[in-house]
């Protein structure tokens, strides 16, 4: 042993086994617990269809991060931003545990949850970006399978046993399990993750300093308002606040910020050159070279297209999985579906697509992994049409009527080809994404990837609430079913080069 190993006797490293299941562990719950549990959570509190499909705006900072992740590619190293979001994700889920007894607690986990997507989309964009930095393109391809099992572990967790814990024992204890959960991960990274990257900025230089002097004009501004405030007449206020109310209720949130993304993203994709021209002539050419080497490439509209479009059925089945349950009588046992069942076949899924597109290539794997993804909706169509008595019986329906064990095994049988053909889709669109990454902006690039689908995931999400409660369950899914056919036609427009995809898996 050596001076230099007696001096410097600390913890090993751990193995990139073992780092990049408690990684994408850690991604997946956070997740999961505000994409998917939430929408239990509300439900279990009374929200309507129409309020649990507008939490998938929660997706929103998943759309958009793209817009930050090129700081996390500048300032600072993925490993301080992965730790920094970690800790906060915990003191959240922590603040979410006090306010679940309280009798406001619905819109006040609403809105932590709201600030806490945004928490999470960057602590997605620091682990992807770290696993990227930090495996070589062989290591990177070797733990593919670790990191999809552990996300699928991490949302099974979420959607089965936070779930199950939050309907029996109560939200206080799930919300707070959560966040021990999350604390005990955080320090297992702080003290054996590697550090493995060169810190280009300090992060430091991201903490604005303001003046002393605009600090004590804006002070001043807001003192003035509130005096203003308490002189003006009490009664004019609160009508002038009513007023404000009934106005934004008029305001189709969830149709309003669909079309100004869609239409963004448009413009974006026809005005590209004009664009990245004004931002470098304006000093920002990091960002811009971040964003158009991703966008500077060939047939670069039929990808975005594809990247969005390909999950839509995908994510609108995925948001009424979880109140369909409840709906259907059988919230209870939506735990033991989803973990015992959904958990291992999910896991069966990602590891067997990734085998499949390393032996047969993506080329040829792409049509049957994906048509087997959204045959799901065909099949949860048929469950709903043949179990719609029940739904009608046993919604909103304290004491539901018992489901029967046949019709309970129907409803685990479809769930666990869900969670397997799911597993089989992820594989498909995570090879895709990764060919897509430059060696410069990997954490940027796949955040603009991840977050063009989760994108899809919002509109889906929010629509699929307004369809199901229009249409009911059954011909929702099958509607969904329909809305998966378009991505999977722009199959034929995507360049799938089988030099590439050979080496993204070697």
């Given at each position: 042993m050596t001076t230099t190993e007696n001096k410097n006797p600390g913890p090993q490293p751990a193995s990139p086994r073992v780092w990049a299941f408690t990684t994408y562990f850690c991604e997946g719950l956070p997740y999961s617990i505000i994409r998917t549990v939430s929408a239990v959570f509300f439900r279990d509190n009374g929200v309507g269809l129409e309020g649990i499909g507008l939490t998938?705006?929660?997706?929103?900072?998943?759309?958009l991060k793209f817009f930050w992740a090129p700081h996390l590619d500048r300032y600072g190293?993925?490993?301080?931003w992965l730790l920094i979001m970690q800790i906060l994700l915990a003191g959240l889920l922590l603040i979410a545990a006090a306010l679940a007894p309280l009798p406001q607690a619905t819109p006040l986990i609403g809105l932590a949850f709201g600030v806490g997507s945004f928490l999470a989309a960057t602590h997605d964009i620091a682990i992807d970006g770290y696993y990227l930095e930090t495996l070589d393109a062989a290591g990177q391809s070797r733990f593919?399978?670790?990191r999809v099992m552990a996300y699928r572990i991490a949302m099974m967790a979420g959607a089965g046993i936070i779930a199950t814990i939050g309907t029996t024992m109560g939200w206080s204890v799930a919300f707070g399990g959560s966040a021990l959960i999350l604390t005990l991960f955080f320090a297992y990274h702080h003290r054996y993750l590697p550090e493995s990257e060169t810190v280009r900025l300090p992060l430091t230089l991201l903490i604005p300093r303001p003046k002393t002097g605009r600090l004590l004009r804006l002070a001043l501004i807001a003192a003035l308002a509130i005096v203003a405030i308490r002189l003006h007449d009490q009664s004019i206020t609160r009508h002038g606040l009513l007023l404000l109310a009934e106005l934004l209720s008029k305001i189709n949130l969830a149709a309003m910020t669909s079309m100004i993304l869609a239409g963004g993203l448009i413009i974006v994709?026809?005005?590209r050159r004009k664009i990245e021209q004004w931002l470098r002539n304006k000093g920002n050419a990091f960002f811009s070279e971040?964003?158009?080497t991703f966008m500077a490439r060939e047939k670069i509209g039929p990808i975005l297209a594809f990247i969005v479009l390909i999950r839509t059925g995908e994510y609108m089945l995925s948001s009424m999985v979880a109140p369909f349950m409840v709906d259907l009588g059988i919230k209870k046992h939506y735990g033991w579906i989803s973990g015992g069942v959904g958990l291992p076949f999910s896991i069966i899924g990602a590891m067997l697509g990734g085998w499949l597109i390393s032996k047969y290539s993506l080329k040829k794997m792409i049509w049957p992994l994906l048509?087997?993804?959204n045959f799901t909706n065909l099949a949860y169509m048929f469950l709903a049409l043949k179990l719609n008595g029940f739904i009608l019986l046993n919604t909103g329906n304290p004491i539901p009527a018992v489901l029967g064990t046949n019709n309970l095994l129907a409803v685990v049988c479809v769930h666990a080809f869900d969670q397997l053909a799911g597993?089989?889709?992820?594989a498909v669109l995570m090879v895709f994404l990764m060919q897509l990454c430059q060696p410069r902006f990997k954490a940027a690039h796949y955040a603009i990837g991840t977050g063009l689908m989760s994108f899809s995931g919002m509109y889906a999400g929010v629509l699929s609430g307004f369809l199901a409660s229009w249409a009911g369950y059954g011909y929702f899914f099958g509607i969904s079913f329909l809305l998966s056919l378009p991505g999977m036609g722009l199959i034929f427009f995507i360049p799938l080069a089988e030099h590439q995809q050979k080496e993204a898996l070697r």
């Open positions: 998938s705006l929660f997706g929103l900072p998943w759309a190293s993925k490993r301080q593919i399978g670790y994709g026809l005005k971040a964003f158009f048509l087997a993804q597993g089989l889709g992820t």
